[in-house]
C-alpha cells in the first residue's frame, strides 16, 4: 500500500471535503427553513395545507434521493429552467432534509405540553410569538440529537452528488483513483475523512445538546 500516493493528493480530497461540509451545510439550512414552514403548516388546522405538507413529506421520504436529484437535474431543463448541477444538488438535499426535519419538529411540538401554548394565549401572546418565543425554541432543544444525526446522515448523502458531476469528495476521490490506480488508498483516505468529518459533528451536537440542556435548567 503506497501511503505516499495518498499524501500527494491529500490536498485534492481536503479540497473535496470542504465542498461536501459547505454544501451539507448549506442543504441542511434550506432543510431546517423548509422543514419548520411545512411543520407549522401541517400543524396550522387548515386541511388543505396538512394534506399538501403530508403529500410532500410522503415523496421525499419515499423517493430515493438519487432519483429525485436526477429529477432535479435533468427535469427542469425540459420546463426551461437551468440548474446549474451545484444548485440542484443543494436543492436537492435540501428539499430531502426539509422532510425529515419537519417530521422532527412535528414530533417535538407533539412533546411540549399543550397548556403552554394556551396558557401564553391568556397571557395576550400573539399566535406568531407564540411560535417565535416558546413553541419552536423548544421545539429545537428537544430535536438536537435528532437534527445532528439528520445532517450526519445528509452529509454522507451528499456523494451521490457526484453523479451530477459536482466536485465534493466522492467525485474527487473518484477523479483521484482513475489517474493514480490507486483506488484503495483514495477510497480508504476518503473514508477516513468523512469518519473525521461524521466525528466532529457527532461531538458538537453533543455539546451543544450539553449546553442547551444546562441553559434550560437555569
Not at 187 to 215: D, P, S, T
Request: charged content about 10%; some cysteine.
Amino acid at each position: 500500500m503506497k501511503f505516499q500516493v495518498i499524501l500527494a493528493n491529500l490536498p485534492f480530497l481536503l479540497k473535496g471535503a470542504g465542498s461536501t461540509i459547505a454544501i451539507s451545510l448549506v442543504g441542511i439550512l434550506l432543510g431546517q427553513v423548509i422543514g419548520a414552514l411545512v411543520c407549522v403548516g401541517r400543524l396550522s388546522g387548515n386541511r388543505l395545507i396538512d394534506a399538501i405538507g403530508a403529500l410532500y413529506v410522503s415523496f421525499f421520504r419515499g423517493v430515493p434521493l438519487l432519483i429525485q436529484l436526477l429529477l432535479i437535474y435533468y427535469m427542469l431543463p425540459l420546463i426551461g429552467i437551468d440548474v446549474p448541477a451545484l444548485m440542484a444538488a443543494i436543492g436537492a438535499l435540501g428539499l430531502a432534509s426539509g422532510a425529515y426535519v419537519s417530521e422532527i419538529y412535528r414530533g417535538s411540538l407533539n412533546a411540549i405540553p399543550r397548556g403552554q401554548g394556551e396558557a401564553a394565549l391568556a397571557l395576550g401572546f400573539s399566535g406568531g410569538s407564540i411560535w417565535r418565543r416558546i413553541l419552536l425554541p423548544q421545539a429545537f432543544r428537544l430535536s438536537v440529537p435528532a437534527l445532528v444525526n439528520e445532517l450526519i446522515l445528509l452529509l454522507k448523502a451528499s456523494s451521490l452528488i457526484s453523479v451530477i458531476g459536482v466536485a465534493e469528495l466522492t467525485r474527487v476521490s473518484q477523479t483521484v483513483s482513475a489517474s493514480t490506480y490507486r483506488a484503495l488508498e483514495i477510497y480508504m483516505a476518503a473514508g477516513v475523512i468523512y469518519f473525521l468529518i461524521n466525528g466532529c459533528l457527532a461531538l458538537l451536537g453533543a455539546l451543544v445538546e450539553r449546553h442547551l440542556r444546562l441553559q434550560g435548567r437555569g
